[in-house]
């Protein structure tokens, strides 16, 4: 199974790449156009204000970058994208100040090597206990939406700061790979986490609406 789906993530490398380039503009739209009407007062103070406050502190508390906890989550993303493509974890090496790596058995994928740079794992895990709410029925507490801010801005100033030409991971998924991907996918990725953030998980397709309008709209506006 693993090498079958190796085989097809092989296929589908460049058609992706393709696609996100598409969609890079549509999803900037789209992510603009989701906070012009889901922007509230309640979701600037419980999502956007600790989402701020966690890329200040990043950015004034010596060692919060490149910690081990920091450095850990990013291999686990590795990880977590590995088993998701049959792939067996195997270890996983933290330096702190360093960097860690993750080994797996199997040949790998362009998955695996990028996933970090757009899946947020830590914010990923706070919607995954926020789905015990709503299935329950339950409203998610006010500190709930808190955390999740903290985690959307953890992703995205430790994405920052991890990206450098430096980085293996993008030799391995190849840098043209990585320039014509990464925009589009993250650009997405902030849009589904803004929608949760906005309407819950009732947000996700009203923003997956938007993005497939805006696209149609840059199809056409591209055509003639």
């Not at 380039?21 to 156009?33: G, M, Q, S």
């Not at 029925?137 to 430096?166: A, F, K, R």
Request: aromatic share 16%; with cysteine; hydrophobic share 50%.
């Amino acid at each position: 199974m693993q090498r079958i789906l190796n085989f097809i993530l092989m296929l589908l490398k460049w058609p992706v790449a393709l696609m996100m380039v598409c969609l890079t503009l549509p999803a900037l739209k789209a992510d603009l156009l989701l906070l012009y009407e889901g922007l509230t007062i309640q979701v600037l103070g419980l999502f956007f204000l600790p989402l701020l406050i966690m890329i200040v502190v990043w950015l004034l508390v010596p060692g919060i970058g490149g910690s081990s906890l920091s450095i850990l989550e990013h291999e686990l993303t590795h990880m977590l994208f590995a088993i998701l493509t049959f792939h067996s974890p195997q270890d996983i090496n933290v330096k702190r100040g360093v960097g860690g790596n993750f080994i797996y058995t199997g040949r790998g994928n362009w998955l695996i090597s990028i996933a970090p740079y757009f899946f947020p794992t830590s914010a990923a895990f706070v919607i995954a206990c926020g789905s015990l709410y709503y299935f329950t029925g339950q409203i998610p507490p006010t500190y709930y939406w808190v955390l999740l801010g903290i985690m959307t801005g953890y992703h995205l100033i430790s994405t920052l700061d991890e990206i450098h030409l430096g980085q293996t991971d993008f030799k391995v998924a190849g840098y043209l790979f990585t320039i014509l991907f990464l925009p589009g996918a993250n650009l997405i990725t902030y849009g589904f986490l803004l929608s949760y953030a906005c309407y819950g998980f009732p947000g996700w397709s009203k923003y997956g609406q938007i993005l497939y309008e805006q696209f149609f709209v840059f199809i056409h506006i591209f055509l003639n």
